[in-house]
């Protein structure tokens, strides 16, 4: 996901809603929560420090996902 970015993008303040949402729509129970985890946590850690002016992953849902065992 950021390899790609990276490739494309300058900086993290040109990643969109939609380039995450697009990075995301491939993944499906736990590793999609786990990617929504961490994309928030570094997104979080950027506004905080001042490097990105809108964290794109603000609104975006996790499902519930049922433990097995």
Same mark, same amino acid.
Request: proline fraction near 4%.
């Given at each position: 996901?950021?390899?790609?970015? !990276? =490739?494309? *993008? ?5 990643? =969109?809603?939609?380039?995450? =949402?697009? &990075?995301?729509?491939?993944? *499906? +129970?736990?590793?999609?929560?786990? !990617?929504?985890? &961490?994309? *928030?946590?570094?997104?979080?850690? !950027?506004?905080?420090? +001042?490097?990105?002016? !809108?964290?794109?992953? =603000? ?7 049922? *433990?097995? +065992?």
């Amino acid at each position: 996901m950021l390899e790609n970015w !990276a =490739t494309t *993008r300058g900086h993290l303040r040109e990643i =969109t809603v939609v380039d995450v =949402t697009t &990075a995301l729509s491939p993944l *499906r +129970g736990w590793q999609r929560r786990n !990617a929504i985890e &961490a994309l *928030r946590s570094l997104f979080r850690f !950027a506004k905080k420090r +001042g490097l990105i002016f !809108a964290n794109p992953t =603000t609104r975006l849902k996790t499902e519930d996902i049922p *433990r097995s +065992g």
